[in-house]
């Protein structure tokens, strides 16, 4: 079955790297993805791995998958009080047109000053 | 490009009203999606379309309906109201065509039903 599991609540001091972690169970998903939303926002694409990789960085934020324990995790570091949100990871099996996505119900991260 | 814009903003239903739910987008996409968040629950998928001229079921499709209109709007009808649907409800849509999929998403409708 499909599943994704992620912790509900983080809370970091800014300046702090912050480390949200995500399980997934369908072993033969190819992309795996980080949403960020905003108070009152939709969600906007932070980030996406393809399967194949085991750690992405892009600026402030490190993305390491373990396929193995099937782990994903999102790193930003110093942590501003900007990056306040709720985070969600996602998996997708295919890309392109058969690409639905399945969510975890989000990480609500809150960076105090 | 403004995107995917969708419509109202916000709603208050009575229960047994029927509404529906706009969306439309800019960028030429060839896949279109229908979610709605819970508290707790994250996203779930109500409806998608893969292609103009095709819809299919996602995890949440009872008391919904959806219509691909053309390429760029695909919309959500809500039959007769129920507070169970209560939500906020968001579009988006992907190219269907890039290998990374990435949705792009509308700013939602928060739905009340009384």
């Known amino acids: 079955g499909e599943d994704v599991e992620q912790s509900l609540f983080l809370s970091v001091r800014e300046g702090d790297s912050s480390v949200i972690n995500c399980t997934y169970t369908d072993s033969s998903s190819t992309y795996l993805y980080w949403y960020k939303q905003e108070p009152g926002a939709g969600l906007q694409l932070l980030t996406y791995?393809?399967?194949?990789?085991d750690m992405k960085q892009d600026q402030r934020l490190t993305v390491l998958l373990n396929k193995k324990d099937k782990h994903l995790s999102l790193r930003i570091a110093d942590t501003q009080t900007g990056d306040s949100a709720i985070y969600f990871c996602?998996?997708?099996?295919?890309?392109?047109?058969?690409?639905?996505?399945?969510f975890g119900k989000g990480t609500k991260l809150s960076v105090k000053p | 490009n403004a995107g995917v814009t969708q419509t109202p903003k916000f709603q208050v239903l009575k229960t047994g009203q029927s509404m529906t739910l706009q969306c439309a987008q800019d960028m030429n996409h060839n896949s279109m999606y229908w979610y709605r968040q819970d508290p707790g629950m994250g996203l779930r998928l109500i409806y998608y379309s893969a292609s103009e001229g095709t819809t299919d079921k996602g995890e949440v499709p009872n008391g919904y309906n959806v219509s691909r209109l053309n390429k760029r709007e695909f919309s959500l009808r809500l039959e007769s109201a129920a507070p169970s649907q209560t939500s906020v409800y968001f579009c988006a849509s992907s190219s269907g065509t890039s290998e990374d999929n990435e949705q792009f998403f509308g700013p939602g409708t928060r739905l009340t039903v009384l």
């Open positions: 791995i393809f399967s194949n990789m």
């Open positions: 996602a998996e997708s099996k295919y890309g392109g047109s058969q690409g639905n996505l399945i």
